[in-house]
């Protein structure tokens, strides 16, 4: 049957029912939302929730009748499948429904999990609750989507597969704070692209609350207006940019530029550079010199296609493996937290790099690092977000 | 069925997975995809152990 059809039903039935959710055991820094929004949609209904991490023994005498289990990133399908399989081996009379990204993008391999339900995408009924911050008590930020989808169509992003076009726009987020958060974490996929980016950006700034834009902000339309309205606010922890592609650097360039202009230091500003994909090394080692003496944080992002199984396994036909480990070493070895930062010795060695090998090759000296400890605090808590120190890389 | 790709109305020309254009050797065009991230592949990229495509075989898909 139709998963959506069922809902329906469901909608039509008058009994609470106890649900329970769970997120699988993956590394992820952040809360699971969509489960927080659906545990805040059944208690509308009158239903009891739970929500538990990883594979273990519901505390509750009473059994569930469904689980939501939810995924992320395709290469963490494993603890994905092991909680299916736990759950539905211990809980044989509860539904099963997994859902996510991983069961989003890969839904017939997800079908081999043995979940009774895929669901792919959003659940509408769900998304626009308070999510249920209640469940994790230590979590102290609100997570939000003022809209959803994105105008480009990047071949890495699946964005544009799972939400399409500029959706689900919001005008206001106040009453979406939670009450006794201290942060707002957006995480809309291009929110300077939406109709609604000047009435929230004037909302910010009126509340006074700390702020990420946590997928980036888009170098393109950054201009003297945006860069004006984000020095008004409490960015925490760094302005955050993408130079994927070299013919945007123009756009880079000018957006850097831009914010300096208004007050935001180079060291608050981090720019994703995407590598292993469409480039070649020296397509990489270009961006990264060009970052570094525009005075911003270059943080290396290694292309991973949007069907892999496996983590840190594709190499691009245009890459060398010894290349790409080339560019993980030296983030361990000259930069921090994964990240270079435009301290001047590194950028002198980039600018007297004549090629990638020479940028990239930990041979000479390591350059002293003079990086200010406010520059470190935001730099490592970029890195923790991606799992770069607790992987170790 | 006939959107090729996102965005696209016509068959891509280079595979949306590695970057590199279609041709008649090891990057012939595979597919399609639908309700796949990538419509259209190239051999080299389907070739890959750890990518998933539906009417392959993966070694790697225990627990």
Redo the contacts between chains.
């Keep these: 049957m139709d998963p959506k059809f069922k809902i329906h039903i469901y909608f039509m039935m008058d009994m609470n029912e106890y649900i329970h959710l769970v997120e699988p055991d993956y590394y992820t820094r952040f809360p699971p939302l969509g489960l927080l929004k659906l545990a805040s949609y059944h208690r509308a209904r009158g239903d009891k929730v739970s929500l538990m991490r990883g594979c273990r023994k519901i505390k509750s005498k009473q059994e569930p009748s469904r689980i939501y289990i939810t995924s992320l990133f ?1 290469w963490a399908w ?1 603890p994905v ?2 909680a299916v ?1 736990y759950y539905k081996q211990n809980y044989p009379k509860a539904e099963v429904w997994l859902g996510g990204i991983y069961a989003s ?5 997800a079908e ?1 999990s043995g979940a009774d339900v895929i669901w792919s995408g959003l659940f509408p009924e769900a998304e626009d609750m308070m999510p249920a911050y209640d469940l994790v008590p230590n979590w102290k930020s609100t997570l939000l989507f003022a809209s959803r989808g994105c105008i480009r ?1 990047c ?1 890495f992003c ?1 964005v ?2 799972l939400e399409g076009q500029i959706n689900r726009v919001k005008y206001s987020i106040r009453n979406l704070i939670y009450q006794g958060h201290t942060k707002v974490i957006f995480f809309d996929n291009n929110i300077l692209t939406a109709p609604n980016w000047r009435e929230i950006f004037h909302e910010l700034i009126e509340l006074g609350i700390r702020v990420d834009f946590n997928q980036g902000l888009d170098a393109r339309e950054i201009d003297d207006d945006v860069a004006s309205l984000l020095s008004r606010m409490r960015i925490d922890p760094l302005v955050r940019l993408a130079y994927d592609y070299s013919n945007v650097g123009y756009y880079v360039e000018r957006a850097i530029k831009t914010l300096k202009e208004y007050g935001i230091r180079g060291r608050d500003i981090m720019v994703y550079t995407l590598f292993n ?2 480039d070649d090394p020296e397509d990489f080692f270009r961006r990264v010199r060009d970052i570094l003496e525009w005075g911003a944080v270059a943080y290396p992002m290694r292309y991973e ?6 983590k840190n ?2 190499i ?3 890459w060398r493996r010894e290349e790409v480990e080339m560019v993980q070493e030296a983030r361990r070895v000259l930069g921090y937290g994964g990240a270079f930062p435009p301290y001047p010795a590194l950028i002198k060695k980039f600018k007297l790099a004549k090629d990638f090998q020479e940028a990239f090759s930990l041979r000479e000296p390591t350059p002293r690092r003079i990086i200010s400890s406010s520059m470190k605090k935001r730099i490592k808590e970029v890195a923790i977000e991606h799992g770069m120190l607790n992987r170790g890389v | 069925m006939n959107r090729w790709q ?2 696209s109305e016509v068959p891509p020309r280079v595979c ?5 254009p279609f041709d008649e050797g090891k990057r012939k065009r595979k597919g399609p995809y639908y ?4 419509i259209w592949v190239c051999e ?2 389907w070739e ?1 152990p ?5 009417d392959k075989d ?1 070694k ?2 225990t ?1």
């Design positions: 395709t494993k499948w092991q399989r993008l890969l839904k017939s391999h081999g169509r071949g699946s544009p597969i994909y469409v296609p949007l069907n892999t199984l496996k396994s594709y691009s036909p245009r | 996102i965005g949306l997975c590695c970057g590199l309700g796949q991230p990538y080299w990229c890959q750890y990518l998933y495509f539906p993966q790697d898909e627990i």
